[in-house]
């Protein structure tokens, strides 16, 4: 028999490690997914993460070796954002700007796009075109591509396709709370993207974005200290569990009180928007590529005019989205992805 000692200091040391570790992966899963670290999987929210680790037995030692870095797309804007080692990117009129220049640029080109009529439900006709229903007409397509999510298509698919929406229906989502506060004559303590809070800290503030720090040109005039307070985890889930009352001045009161406490911004907002964003970060739990191989398997089987994209799969970020849109484009039309 071998025996093995632990003096107290190595002890200590493995503590503490194994603390900081805890408090790391529970903020980030918080960050970006506003999730629980115990239940999401590492393999899929964080596969350069878990590629790494499984490489090199280190997460830290195999990023710095550059294990799980997969081929990455290229083009003129993301090799600037690289030379000019972006952290963030935003639009001069905000985000919604794209989805409107996109809108325009489709339509300009003859593409129509039907607003305000949702999809009610999905048939397969003899011929293999889908018939897509929506509520007081119908309208027929040889392929669809789905953008919408998961759990939510998996009620439209028909009867045919029922094992591809059990899988489908088991890919969850979680709401999050977004509160923007701007504050005359206030300076921040710190300068960065922000912060994160660990569920032992503070249950329901997942974390704090500086966004005059990254934007000051947005600050307004007269310039005003902007940030954003995002809100859910395990405190929102139980309020909307027990039915509570989701007020936009519950998530003011709160997101001011972290904003006093973490940053020490005590006095009143000059203006502050409260958004509650319902089930709007999908959960890719313990498992979650196990129901993609599925629903990929399935679907190449049974030969769907089908293709999934969006935030329920493969990345909730907005450029995983727009990157997914991208590669089930070009799947459809048969070209390179990274074409």
Request: net charge neutral.
């Amino acid at each position: 028999m071998r025996l093995c000692t632990v003096s107290p200091s190595a002890a200590l040391v493995l503590s503490l490690t194994l603390k900081v570790a805890s408090l790391a992966m529970d903020s980030l899963c918080r960050g970006v997914f506003a999730g629980n670290s115990r239940e999401l999987s590492m393999r899929s929210c964080f596969p350069s993460l878990f590629q790494a680790e499984q490489t090199h037995r280190s997460i830290l030692l195999g990023l710095l070796l550059g294990a799980g870095q997969g081929p990455q797309p290229d083009s003129a804007l993301i090799r600037q954002a690289r030379a000019e080692r972006w952290s963030q990117w935003s639009l001069r009129g905000g985000l919604e700007t794209l989805p409107q220049a996109l809108n325009t640029h489709l339509t300009s080109r003859g593409v129509s796009v039907l607003r305000g009529q949702p999809v009610c439900g999905l048939s397969l006709q003899a011929e293999g075109c889908w018939k897509v229903s929506l509520g007081d007409s119908n309208l027929e397509a040889d392929h669809i591509i789905s953008a919408i999510p998961a759990s939510a298509l998996s009620k439209l698919l028909p009867a045919e396709a029922a094992p591809l929406a059990r899988a489908l229906s088991t890919i969850t989502a979680v709401s999050v709370a977004v509160v923007n506060l701007q504050y005359r004559g206030a300076r921040l303590p710190v300068q960065g993207f922000g912060h994160l809070v660990p569920s032992s800290e503070d249950p329901g503030i997942l974390g704090i974005v500086y966004d005059s720090v990254a934007f000051p040109e947005q600050d307004g005039s007269p310039p005003g200290l902007r940030v954003t307070v995002m809100l859910g985890g395990s405190w929102l889930q139980t309020l909307e569990a027990r039915g509570s009352v989701l007020s936009q001045e519950l998530f003011q009161k709160e997101a001011e009180k972290a904003a006093a406490t973490q940053l020490g911004l005590k006095e009143p907002p000059s203006h502050c928007l409260v958004h509650l964003h319902k089930n709007c970060i999908p959960q890719y739990t313990l498992g979650h590529w196990q129901k993609l191989e599925s629903a990929t398997q399935f679907l190449a089987a049974q030969k769907l005019p089908l293709t999934l994209a969006g935030a329920s799969y493969e990345g909730v970020a907005v450029n995983d989205c727009i990157e997914s849109g991208r590669q089930a484009a070009a799947r459809v039309l048969g070209t390179e992805p990274n074409s």
